[in-house]
C-alpha cells in the first residue's frame, strides 16, 4: 500500500508512533479516548499550553521546501547531455569556422534552457497554491472562551468551532454536531455533502465514509459544530497530499528518446569524424584542412536543430491547443497523450458537473423522468416519453410543492449565462428541489416557516412548518425508511388513499430499486391539520406520502459520445471516484460503457489486495469506486506497472498526487482546484471533456511531426556521411567541402526541417492505435532514415564517380544532388501516402522548399556565392542527370512506403 507522507516529521518528534497512530485512527476512537490521547478537553488548550505545542510540534502549515535558488537552477540545466553538445559544438564553430554558426548554436541552447526553466518552478508554485485553500483565521475554544486564531496557529489538541460557509482549519474528531454537513467532494470526490456524526467507526472505514471527522480544507454546508485537531500542517489529508505535488517531475519520453537519439548519433559522429581526420591524414592531406573536415562532419552530424525543431512542434502544438481551450503547462508532456492507452477520469466535477438533478420521479402510481442536468432550469418533465404539461397536475404539483419547501437551500440567479444558470447556497440535494421547481414553473418563492426540525444523522429526515389559511401545513423529506413507516396515507390521482402495508412494501421495492440503479432517493410526505401543536412527536405523524425523488450528479454533454471516440482509437475509458459504486455504475450506464458488477472495484476491496493481485484485477475492471487520494495513486503506479500510458482527470485537491504520476494529468480550468491546476500538464478550460479529443487528435499529429522530423533528419546526415567516408575508404578527392557541408547542414536541410512542425492532422488520426513510445518506436526511424541514405549514397556516388576527373564539376553535381535529393524527399517523408496526395496541405514546407531551392540556385550561379563554395554552373543535361537521381529515389521511397503500408 503507498502510503502518502509528509516529505518530513521532524516538526512531530515529541509525537510517541503509537499516538500518531491513535490520531491517525481517531474516527475509531471514542471521543473521551481522542482526548485523552492529545491531552485535551471540551474546553479546549490554555494559552500558555497552546504556545509550547506550538514551538515544540510546530505551526499548522504545509512543510516548506528549501525554495529553489535562480542560479542553482539555472546551473542545474547545464547538465543536460544536449545542452553540453551543444555548447561543445558552438565553441568548436567559433574557432574553426564561423561566428555566426556558433551564434546560432548558442541560441539553441538559451532557448532550450529557458524551456527547462520554467517547468522546474512548477513544485514552488504548486505549494504556493496549496497554501491559499486554509482560511485566515480559525474560531478555536481556549480555556472555555471562543477566541479567533490565525490558522497557523492551530496545534493539536486544540478545540475548533465549525460554522455554515467557514472552511475547516485542520483534521477535527468531531464531539459535536448540529445538523452540520461538510462538502467534502474536493478531497473525495462525494457529490454529496457528508452529514456528520460523532459516533465511533471502524478502522477500516474508508476516508469518505468517516462521519465523525472534519478534514482541513473542506467546505462547511449547513449547521454547526465542534472538533479537537488530531492532525495540522503538513500531517493532515491535504497536507500528506502535498508531498506528491512536490515531487520533481518525471522525464518525458520524448526527452528521453530524444537523448538516446543525441548521445547515438554523437557517437556516431564522433567516430566517423575521427575515421576521415585518421584516413585523410595518412593518406597525406594536410593537416589543418583535414582537421577543419573533421570538425565540420562532426557539427554537421551533431543534431543541433534537434531539440530547436521539438520545442517549435511542441510550441506550435500548444498554440493550437490554446484555441481549442486546451492550456498546455507542459510542452514536452504532451507528445505523451499521443501514446495514451488509458484514461482514467473522475467522476464528480468532470464527467459530471458536481450539482445535484432530480433526474426521476415516482409519484404513488406513475415513473416521471427528469431532462436536464446540474444547477440549470433548462429541461422538462416526461411521461411515457411525452413531456407533460406546464404547470402539471395536481399530483406532481404537490411533489413540487413538499420538495421545494421542505429544505432550507436557497438558489439565486446567475444572471449572463444564458443557460438559466442558478446558484445554489445551502445543501445541493435540496437546492435540486427548488431546481426543479422553476422547471415546472412552480417557483415557490421565499417563504418563512414556522418551525423548523433539522435534519441530523439521527434522524435522518427534515421537516417545516407553515401556518397558512388558517391551519398547520407540514412538508418533510427524508430517507425512505424513515419517511414511509411515518405515513398513513398517500397521495394519488388527486386525493388520500390509505396505505395498507401490501402498498407499503411496493413502495419500499421501488425505492430500494431507484437506489440500486444509483440514484440518491428522498422520500417526500406532508399533512395538512388545524392543530395548534408544533411538537415534532405530533407534526411528524400520519404523514401522506407523496413520492420519491431520484437525484443524480448527472453526465455532463457529449461525455458520451466523448468515450465512444476515445474507444475508437484505441483508449480504453475508466473512472475513479469517492463516489458510492451504485451511483459510478449509473453513470458509467449512461455514459454507454458495457460494465456489470464485476467489472467495479471498491477501495474496500482494493485494501485487501496485494499489489500482484491488483495487477491482475485491473485488465477486467472499469471502474473503481469509493476511492482515496492514495489509492488512486496506487491505482495510476499500477496501471504504469502493467505498461500502460495512463492519461488521468480530475479537478480536486485529491485528485493531484494521480494527477503528477500520470504520464499526462489532466484537470478542469473553471471549478479545478488551484493545486491541481498547477500538478496537471494540461488545463481545460471550459470544464467540457470532448475538449480532449483536439489534445489527442493534436498529440497524435505532434508524434508524427516529430517522427517525420527523425527521419529527415537522419536520411540527411546519413547521406553526408556515408558519401565522405565512402570516398576517404576508396581514395577518390573529398566529395564535399567544408563550406558545402556547412551549407547543406544549416541552409538546405533546416528550413524543410522547421516546416515539417507545421504538418496538419490527418483525417484519420483517431481510427488509428496509440502511439508507441517505447524503445521500438526508434527501430522504424533508422530502419528508414538508413534505407533513403544508402539510396542517395548509391545514386550520388555513381553521379560523383561519372564527373570525374573534373573534381569542381563532380563536387557540383554531387552538391546539388545532395540538396534535392533532401528537398524532394522530405515530401515522401511528410505522408504514410503517397507523396502527391494533400501535396500543398503544408504551405510553409511548400514556402521551405522553394525558399531552399532559391538559395542553392544562388550558390551556383550568383558569382559571389560560386567563388565561395567553390562550385560551377550546371547545364541542361547536368540538371537531367540529377532530375533522373531524384526520380529514381523517389520511386524507391515510395515503393518502401507502399510494402510497409502493405504489412501494416
Not at 585 to 614: C, F, H, P, T, Y
Amino acid at each position: 500500500m503507498v502510503q502518502l507522507r509528509s516529505p518530513s516529521r521532524k516538526t512531530r518528534v515529541a509525537i510517541s508512533d503509537r499516538v500518531q497512530v491513535e490520531l491517525e485512527n481517531a474516527h475509531a476512537q471514542s471521543v473521551e479516548r481522542v482526548f485523552a490521547t492529545v491531552g485535551s478537553s471540551e474546553k479546549g488548550l490554555t494559552p500558555k499550553e497552546a504556545e509550547r505545542r506550538l514551538s515544540r510540534y510546530g505551526p499548522n502549515i504545509l512543510v516548506e521546501e528549501k525554495r529553489f535558488k535562480t542560479l542553482r537552477l539555472l546551473a542545474a540545466q547545464f547538465k543536460n547531455f544536449f545542452v553540453i553538445l551543444l555548447l561543445l559544438a558552438s565553441i568548436l564553430s567559433f574557432i574553426f569556422e564561423s561566428s555566426t554558426n556558433g551564434l546560432v548554436l548558442l541560441a539553441v541552447v538559451a532557448l532550450n534552457v529557458a524551456v527547462s526553466f520554467f517547468q522546474e518552478r512548477k513544485a514552488e508554485k504548486t505549494l504556493e497554491a496549496l497554501r491559499q485553500i486554509h482560511p485566515a483565521k480559525a474560531e478555536v475554544i481556549r480555556a472555555g472562551e471562543v477566541v479567533d486564531v490565525p490558522v497557523e496557529g492551530l496545534t493539536i489538541g486544540d478545540v475548533v468551532v465549525l460554522r455554515e460557509g467557514g472552511v475547516v482549519p485542520a483534521d477535527l474528531r468531531l464531539f459535536e454536531v448540529r445538523d452540520l454537513k461538510i462538502d467534502e467532494a474536493v478531497l473525495t470526490g462525494e457529490s454529496i455533502p457528508s452529514d456528520k456524526t460523532t459516533e465511533r467507526f471502524p478502522e477500516a472505514t474508508s476516508l469518505a465514509d468517516r462521519e465523525n471527522m472534519a478534514y482541513s480544507g473542506t467546505h462547511v454546508v449547513t449547521g454547526t459544530g465542534k472538533g479537537v485537531v488530531t492532525q495540522a500542517g503538513s500531517e493532515t489529508e491535504f497536507g500528506r497530499i502535498a508531498t506528491f505535488v512536490q515531487e520533481q517531475e518525471e522525464q518525458s519520453l520524448l526527452l528521453e528518446r530524444i537523448t538516446h537519439l543525441g548521445v547515438w548519433l554523437t557517437g556516431f559522429a564522433v567516430f566517423l569524424s575521427g575515421l576521415i581526420f585518421v584516413l585523410g591524414f595518412l593518406r597525406a592531406h594536410e593537416f589543418i584542412h583535414m582537421l577543419n573536415l573533421a570538425i565540420a562532419v562532426f557539427v554537421s552530424a551533431v543534431p543541433e536543430s534537434l531539440p530547436t525543431v521539438t520545442t517549435l512542434a511542441l510550441a506550435t502544438t500548444a498554440l493550437r491547443l490554446s484555441r481549442e481551450k486546451v492550456l498546455v503547462r507542459h510542452l514536452p508532456t504532451v507528445e505523451a497523450l499521443s501514446g495514451i492507452n488509458l484514461f482514467a477520469f473522475d467522476k464528480t466535477g468532470t464527467l459530471t458537473r458536481n450539482e445535484m438533478t432530480v433526474a426521476k420521479i415516482a409519484l404513488p402510481d406513475r415513473i416521471l423522468e427528469v431532462t436536464g442536468a446540474g444547477f440549470s432550469s433548462e429541461g422538462m418533465v416526461f411521461e411515457y416519453g411525452k413531456p407533460l404539461d406546464v404547470p402539471p397536475d395536481e399530483p406532481l404539483k404537490k411533489f413540487v410543492e413538499v420538495g421545494a419547501l421542505a429544505g432550507a437551500a436557497s438558489i439565486s440567479s446567475l444572471d449572463g449565462t444564458g443557460e438559466k444558470r442558478w446558484a445554489v447556497r445551502g445543501d445541493p440535494t435540496e437546492g435540486a428541489f427548488l431546481i426543479l421547481a422553476e422547471k415546472t414553473r412552480l417557483s415557490v418563492g421565499k417563504q418563512d416557516a414556522l418551525k423548523e426540525f433539522a435534519f441530523t444523522s439521527e434522524r435522518r429526515m427534515r421537516t417545516k412548518i407553515f401556518f397558512k389559511d388558517l391551519q398547520l401545513r407540514v412538508y418533510s423529506m427524508g430517507a425512505p425508511e424513515v419517511i414511509l413507516p411515518l405515513c398513513r396515507q398517500y397521495f394519488a390521482e388527486g386525493r388520500e388513499v390509505e396505505l395498507s402495508l401490501a402498498r407499503r412494501v411496493q413502495l419500499e421495492n421501488q425505492a430500494g430499486k431507484l437506489a440500486s440503479g444509483g440514484y440518491r432517493v428522498i422520500a417526500l410526505a406532508t399533512k395538512e391539520r388545524k392543530t395548534r401543536s408544533i411538537a415534532s412527536r405530533e407534526v411528524e405523524k400520519e404523514l401522506t406520502f407523496v413520492g420519491f425523488a431520484g437525484l443524480l450528479d448527472k453526465p455532463k454533454e457529449r461525455v458520451d459520445e466523448t468515450f465512444a471516440t476515445l474507444i475508437e482509437a484505441g483508449i480504453k475509458p475508466v473512472i475513479i471516484t469517492g463516489d458510492h459504486p451504485g451511483t459510478a455504475l449509473a453513470v458509467a450506464r449512461e455514459l454507454g460503457l458495457k460494465v456489470a458488477s464485476k467489472n467495479i472495484l471498491s477501495g474496500s476491496g482494493m485494501d485487501n489486495l496485494s499489489d500482484e493481485e491488483l495487477l491482475k484485477i485491473i485488465p477486467q475492471t472499469t471502474i473503481y469506486a469509493r476511492i482515496t487520494p492514495t489509492q488512486k495513486y496506487r491505482l495510476v503506479k499500477a496501471f504504469k506497472q502493467l505498461g500502460m500510458r495512463v492519461a488521468v482527470s480530475g479537478d480536486g485537491v485529491n485528485d493531484a498526487p494521480a494527477l503528477k504520476k500520470a504520464d499526462v494529468g489532466v484537470v478542469m480550468g473553471e471549478k479545478g482546484a488551484d493545486v491541481s491546476k498547477e500538478a496537471a500538464d494540461l488545463v481545460i478550460l471550459d470544464d467540457k471533456i470532448e475538449t480532449v479529443l483536439p489534445a489527442i487528435i493534436e498529440a497524435r499529429t505532434l508524434y508524427d511531426n516529430i517522427r517525420k522530423f527523425f527521419i529527415f533528419l537522419l536520411s540527411g546526415n546519413f547521406e553526408e556521411l556515408l558519401i565522405i567516408a565512402a570516398a576517404l575508404l576508396a581514395g577518390l578527392p573529398q566529395p564535399l567541402t567544408t563550406l558545402q557541408i556547412l551549407w547543406i547542414n544549416f541552409v538546405t536541410d533546416g528550413f524543410p526541417a522547421l516546416a515539417l512542425a507545421y504538418e496538419p492532422p490527418t483525417t484519420d488520426v483517431l481510427r488509428e492505435p496509440p502511439r508507441d513510445l517505447g524503445p521500438k518506436m526508434v527501430r522504424p526511424i533508422f530502419t528508414y532514415a538508413l534505407f533513403l541514405g544508402f539510396i542517395s549514397l548509391i545514386g550520388e556516388a555513381l553521379i560523383f564517380l561519372a564527373y570525374l576527373p573534373d573534381v569542381v564539376k563532380a563536387r557540383t553535381m554531387l552538391f546539388t544532388a545532395a540538396v534535392l535529393f533532401e528537398l524532394f524527399i522530405v515530401f515522401t517523408i511528410r505522408s504514410k501516402a503517397p507523396f502527391w496526395h494533400r501535396l500543398f496541405s503544408n504551405r510553409y514546407l511548400v514556402i521551405a522548399f522553394l525558399g531552399s531551392f532559391l538559395l542553392q540556385l544562388l550558390a551556383l550561379y550568383a558569382a559571389p556565392l560560386q567563388a565561395i563554395m567553390g562550385v560551377t554552373s550546371l547545364g541542361f543535361i547536368d540538371w537531367g542527370v540529377i532530375l533522373a537521381f531524384i526520380a529514381m529515389a523517389l520511386v524507391l521511397a515510395e515503393g518502401a512506403k507502399w510494402l510497409w503500408r502493405k504489412r501494416g
